[in-house]
């Protein structure tokens, strides 16, 4: 069996899990160096004393391994007095596709990891779908700490935040955002379009002229499994934006 039949299956497979049905065909198968000195001495600092507070500024001068040490550390709103973890994200920090939801839950408060649970279980059958491991993208957050209760983010903690996520995706750089759940675009796009307005088209994400599409979250997909199909239409613009861009670099 070739490698295509062999993904071709798998991809099947991973939408079964998805509980879409679908027909095949039959048989288808900036550097100076001051500049460099005084990044240095952020990170140095940010490593050697992270609960202390840092300027807007100073966050996006951090490393990859600085920027998650001030995370896990990070008092600047209520959010940290009732967690168990910060969750700072997964994958790969080099991704084309960087996947932002808004907040964590009990699970990934207890795991330390975002869409984990039954939650995360559809978006690696989702992902799975358009031949994406988890590790093949960055999974992330608007928020690094659980709302109690699951409660919708406050402005106040997004605002403060944000400065957090903002830097992974300056550092990450990818191709492409999707924003999935409502709170989560709106969010990132600085909207108050619902959600079935924004799917189906291509956004750009202000802070970085970042490509964004919008879709539905894992967990309203659990509660409304009647717009699966609509998601699986996303994610196939999804993978559609992609090789586009692939093929203007």
């Known amino acids: 069996m070739s490698d295509k039949a062999v993904k071709d299956m798998q991809q099947e497979a991973y939408l079964k899990a998805m509980g879409i049905d679908i027909w095949l065909p039959r048989g288808a198968a900036e550097s100076t160096t001051d500049t460099v000195s005084v990044d240095r001495t952020i990170t140095e600092v940010a490593a050697a004393n992270p609960a202390a507070p840092m300027a807007d500024e100073a966050i996006s001068r951090l490393d990859w391994s600085a920027l998650q040490a001030r995370v896990s550390t990070c008092t600047q709103c209520e959010l940290h007095r009732g967690r ?18 808004e907040a964590p839950g009990a699970d990934e408060d207890r795991q330390g990891e975002p869409f984990v649970g039954r939650a995360g279980q559809l978006l690696t059958a989702m992902l ?22 699951n409660r919708d983010p406050k402005a106040e903690e997004v605002s403060l935040c944000s400065h957090y996520l903002e830097r992974q995706i300056e550092l990450i750089q ?53 717009d699966k199909g609509k998601a699986w239409q996303d994610l196939l613009f999804v993978q559609r934006t992609l090789g586009g861009l692939a093929n203007s670099d």
């Open 84 to 101: 168990t973890h910060t969750v700072f994200g997964v994958g790969n920090p080099q991704a084309d596709l960087l996947i932002i939801g």
């Open 128 to 149: 799975k779908a358009i031949r994406f491991d988890r590790q093949d993208v960055y999974i992330a957050n608007i928020l690094k700490c659980r709302p109690p209760n």
């Open 174 to 226: 990818p191709k492409l955002i999707l924003a999935v759940g409502r709170i989560a675009a709106q969010r990132l796009l600085q909207t108050d379009s619902s959600l079935a307005k924004m799917r189906g088209r291509v956004f750009q994400y202000a802070a970085g002229n970042i490509p964004l599409i919008v879709t539905y979250h894992p967990a309203y997909l659990l509660r409304t499994p009647s």
